[in-house]
């Protein structure tokens, strides 16, 4: 089974932190994603990756980065937290980039800003 | 740009009984993948189903079926017989076929249906 895990299930930061929230997945995936998910605006894509240090930006990529320095790990950064990034963090992962691929995600992280 | 619509943000289903969600979508493309996608409460979200826009044959999986109108830009997903476990939220999503290029086939969510089940 594929598997897709996060750091943390619960995360509160203060304002102004610099927050790290990590993605692993262990199927060798050439795809990975950062969702941000809000009640009434369904799933938002941050950024995502199609290879190792490789990044493009989704469709909210403002106020955060990622990183990607191995195949299976995938990092969203907050660099300067704000209270408007509360919120639900799902990453998402899934091979190749052609056909009906199912994407796989992880369990989400609910973040909390101060 | 093509978007995904789910017009009810929540449904209710006695047990047993059968429900449909709706989903329509915009698009100019005529080759692209349709998902359904499940999250339970404070649980993963897993792959329900998924069509592809070529096929004509509707996809079923056990209990979940779709009715897609292609003509109609839509996507319905049916639960037949529901059960407790099928309570959760639905997102529908389309992806872009390869041939269209651009953005790696990004998932496009719908805003969701939230499924209640009572017993």
């Known amino acids: 089974d594929v598997k897709v895990t996060q750091s943390s299930r619960y995360l509160v930061k203060r304002t102004g932190e610099k927050v790290f929230l990590e993605c692993v997945q262990d199927?060798?995936?050439?795809?990975m994603f950062w969702y941000r998910q809000d009640p009434g605006l369904g799933l938002r894509l941050i950024y995502f990756?199609?290879?190792?240090?490789?990044?493009e930006k989704g469709d909210i990529p403002e106020g955060y980065s990622v990183s990607r320095e191995k195949k299976e790990r995938f990092s969203l950064i907050l660099e300067s937290a704000s209270t408007n990034q509360t919120s639900m963090y799902l990453c998402?992962?899934?091979?190749?980039?052609?056909?009906?691929?199912?994407?796989?995600f992880g369990p989400g992280t609910r973040l909390t800003v101060t | 740009a093509q978007t995904v619509t789910q017009s009810q943000p929540e449904m209710s289903v006695q047990e047993a009984e059968t429900v449909t969600l709706s989903c329509t979508y915009d698009?100019?493309?005529?080759?692209?993948?349709l998902f359904w996608y499940k999250q339970p409460p404070s649980r993963q979200m897993i792959l329900v189903i998924r069509?592809?826009?070529?096929?004509?044959q509707n996809a079923t999986e056990n209990r979940f079926s779709v009715n897609f109108q292609k003509a109609a830009k839509s996507f319905s997903l049916k639960i037949s017989d529901s059960q407790l476990g099928d309570a959760a939220m639905y997102f529908c999503?389309?992806?872009?076929?390869?041939?269209?290029?651009?953005?790696?086939?990004?998932?496009?969510f719908g805003k969701g249906t939230k499924l209640s089940v009572k017993p």
């Open positions: 998402a992962s899934r091979r190749g980039r052609q056909g009906n691929y199912e994407q796989y």
């Open positions: 069509q592809e826009a070529y096929k004509q």
């Open positions: 990756s199609y290879d190792v240090k490789m990044k």
């Open positions: 698009t100019s493309e005529s080759d692209y993948y």
């Open positions: 199927m060798d995936h050439e795809n």
């Open positions: 999503a389309y992806r872009r076929h390869m041939n269209y290029g651009g953005s790696q086939g990004n998932l496009i």
